[in-house]
């Protein structure tokens, strides 16, 4: 069975103190793996995708980075305003396009001051 | 660039009344639109694909009779959750995709309550 795990399920860090988020997949086929910031009350935000072992992306403090079996997103001295819950998606091979898209259940991060 | 947009942003009901809430692509024209539901503290299901011109593909355990969905254009996608029960109470989010990329781009969510 397709199954996306992300870790820890919540991650507070103090200003400054660099860490990395874990999304881990078992899935037949990838397509692609895409990583999103969503705040309470709101709908996720693009960050990055990736599609293949070995390919990083960086964008501000965070650099995403996969293999395959699992993606890690590394965030290097947050800030207090990068609290949010980031959430991984990966899209798989299949016929049908609606059924290939999991999302993993998130890692919630609060960075404080 | 990309930028999806949903309405309403909140909306309260009583039971048994529908409620349509639309998803537009602002600044791109989208083939396929996706429905997602969130509940707290958890992730996001996938509801239904909408495909601009056809009928919409259903996930596993989503009434399609119960959840509506058109896509009448490439830039708007409707929700309408028809005879709404308290349990339907949730975050109902939208996303398109723009032209043959794979990248989701995700409206700000709708929050539904039921009475």
């Known amino acids: 069975e397709d199954q996306v795990t992300q870790s820890p399920e919540a991650l507070r860090l103090q200003e400054g103190e660099s860490s990395s988020l874990n999304c881990s997949y078992t899935?037949?086929?990838?397509?692609?793996l895409f990583w999103y910031r969503q705040d309470p009350g709101k709908g996720p935000e693009f960050l990055f995708t990736?599609?293949?072992a070995g390919e990083e992306k960086e964008k501000e403090r965070l650099k995403a980075t996969l293999t395959k079996k699992e993606s890690f997103l590394h965030i290097t001295a947050p800030k207090p305003e990068d609290s949010a819950t980031y959430l991984c998606a990966v899209q798989m091979f299949r016929d049908n396009y609606g059924q290939n898209f999991v999302f993993g259940p998130g890692t919630r991060l609060s960075v404080l001051p | 660039g990309a930028v999806v947009s949903q309405h309403p942003s909140r909306v309260i009901c009583k039971s048994g009344t529908s409620v349509k809430i639309e998803c537009r692509s602002l600044d791109f024209q989208a083939t396929t639109m996706f429905w997602y539901r969130q509940f707290p503290k958890q992730s996001l299901m996938l509801m239904a694909t909408?495909?601009?011109?056809?009928?919409?593909?259903?996930e596993q355990g989503v009434e399609k009779d119960k959840f509506l969905i058109n896509h009448a254009s490439l830039t708007l996608s409707t929700l309408t959750v028809t005879s709404a029960h308290p349990e339907d109470s949730s975050f109902y989010i939208c996303?398109?995709?723009?032209?043959?990329?794979?990248?989701?781009?995700f409206g700000p969510g709708t929050r539904l309550t039921v009475l």
């Open positions: 996303s398109a995709k723009q032209g043959a990329g794979d990248t989701q781009y």
């Open positions: 990736l599609y293949s």
């Open positions: 909408s495909n601009e011109g056809s009928k919409a593909t259903y």
């Open positions: 899935v037949s086929g990838l397509r692609g």
